[in-house]
């Protein structure tokens, strides 16, 4: 059973525009929300963060948005730029459990179009 | 960029010969994770690792196994390949602090023939 969604595989945004990437879970243990970002042939690198104490997180371009009562969150990035396309990664992580296992969603494929 | 390397970074063998993927690090994290990434799966957990011969089952541990001997060092073998094993596989490390990101290596492109 998938406790991470990300249910919309890929999603086309023009430059200069908003992208938005949405992720579900189900496990309502999950406290602590990672974005990471993976181009071709690299690791993913981590991006933005969220703890469940907040329902916002900014970093430059990229917000991240938590809806404890939906188990929903998104990442907006503003302005898109070409150099964002990339598959987009949501994590989430149960803090009390002690592993500090991160559980993944499958990914977006964001493609920013100049 | 944390300092994590993996050897090799490609690797092709046959059905049933023994691999092991080497993970190093330099960055004295307690914690060390393998990763496999696979189209339509994402990223899912192998097996980790807590501290120096301190290890632990992931989602998909079957056919995996995993040594840390060292702090900076985290192999995960391969005892008899399997063309089901034909992945890339990441390895990650964290300081094991809560609500810390994790770090990922460049990975390794396992082909199984």
């Known amino acids: 059973d998938q406790q991470v969604k990300q249910n919309s595989p890929s999603l086309s945004v023009q430059e200069g525009r908003i992208s938005i990437l949405n992720c579900d879970y189900t496990n309502s243990m999950f406290d602590y929300f990672l974005w990471y970002k993976k181009y071709p042939a690299e690791g993913p690198t981590f991006l933005i963060s969220i703890s469940s104490i907040k329902d916002k997180n900014e970093?430059?371009?990229?917000?991240?948005?938590?809806?404890?009562?939906?188990k929903h969150l998104s990442l907006h990035i503003v302005p898109s730029q070409p150099g964002d396309s990339a598959v987009y990664f949501c994590a989430a992580s149960d803090s009390g459990a002690?592993?500090?296992?991160?559980t993944f969603g499958k990914g977006t494929k964001l493609s920013v179009i100049p | 960029d944390a300092g994590i390397t993996q050897s090799p970074r490609h690797k092709v063998t046959e059905t049933g010969t023994p691999v092991?993927?080497?993970?190093?690090?330099?960055?004295n994290h307690r914690y060390m994770y393998w990763y496999r990434q696979d189209p339509g799966h994402g990223l899912r957990?192998?097996?980790?690792?807590?501290?120096v011969k301190d290890t632990d089952k992931g989602e998909v541990s079957d056919g995996y196994s995993v040594s840390r001997s060292k702090t900076e060092d985290f192999l995960l073998t391969l005892e008899s390949a399997t063309s089901s094993q034909t992945s890339v596989y990441f390895c990650a490390i964290s300081t094991g602090q809560v609500n810390n990101e994790q770090f990922f290596g460049p990975g390794t492109r396992l082909t199984v023939l």
Not at chain 1, 59 to 70: E, H, Q, W
Not at chain 1, 98 to 102: D, F, K, R
């Open chain 1, 59 to 70: 970093d430059g371009r990229f917000t991240v948005f938590l809806n404890k009562s939906a």
């Open chain 1, 98 to 102: 002690g592993s500090y296992q991160l």
């Open chain 2, 20 to 27: 092991t993927l080497r993970c190093h690090q330099t960055e």
């Open chain 2, 45 to 51: 957990l192998i097996h980790y690792s807590y501290g």
